[in-house]
């Protein structure tokens, strides 16, 4: 691996701009590789996991929901924010797909993980797929959470992500993976 010494900032101080039940927000200055200094503005957030049910029939789960900042209804795969610092995620997982979706899933395997906007956020999403998918019936939203639930082909949803019908970072990213495991060129572990 390559040495990054060069490329790295340090931190010379710190201000808290604004907490939130979500987003936290600062200002830093920060020391620049040429010695210079500069200031960056980010936001710490506690982190999130995104799902990829695949239904036995070949199908994905996905949702539509409006989402405020961007005043649009987007589709999405299932996801959601880690309830409480150092919270399980493979456990937060479980919880979003039930609480969203009404299914619970046999088997779980990691993916990955994406930075969705590592411009000005902490945000650190894992990647999830889940099989073996059983529909309880019994969705469980968030107060004020409005969504609706469908399934689409990895067909439908590579051309929906084309011609920009999906425009959102995690779902985009969740698209490419599911195009790779199915094609056979990166695998998963499974487990119970």
């Known amino acids: 691996m390559a040495d990054d010494s060069h490329l790295v900032e340090h931190r010379l101080g710190s201000e808290e701009l604004f907490k939130g039940r979500l987003l936290h927000a600062w200002r830093d200055t920060v020391k620049l590789p040429d010695g210079g200094t500069a200031t960056r503005e980010y936001i710490v ?11 036995d029939d070949g199908r994905v789960l996905l949702e539509r929901q409006f989402r405020y900042p961007v005043q649009q209804v987007m589709i ?26 009404g299914y619970t899933a046999r088997e779980w395997a990691h993916a990955g993980v994406l930075h969705p906007v590592i411009s000005y956020s902490t945000e650190a999403i894992d990647i999830w797929f889940a099989r073996g998918l059983v529909d309880g019936g019994q969705r469980n939203l968030d107060h004020g959470e409005h969504l ?6 990895p067909q439908e949803l590579a051309q929906w992500c084309r011609d920009g019908r999906v425009t959102d970072a995690k779902t985009l990213s969740c698209a490419l993976w599911l195009q790779n495991v199915l094609a056979g060129a990166w695998t998963l572990e499974w487990r119970s």
Do not use: M, Q, W
């Open 45 to 55: 957030h506690p982190g999130a996991v995104v799902i990829v049910p695949l239904l």
């Open 76 to 101: 999405e795969f299932p996801a959601g924010k880690l309830d409480v610092p150092g919270e399980d995620k493979l456990a937060c997982a479980k919880r979003e797909l039930l609480e969203e979706t």
């Open 148 to 153: 609706d639930v469908f399934s689409a082909t």
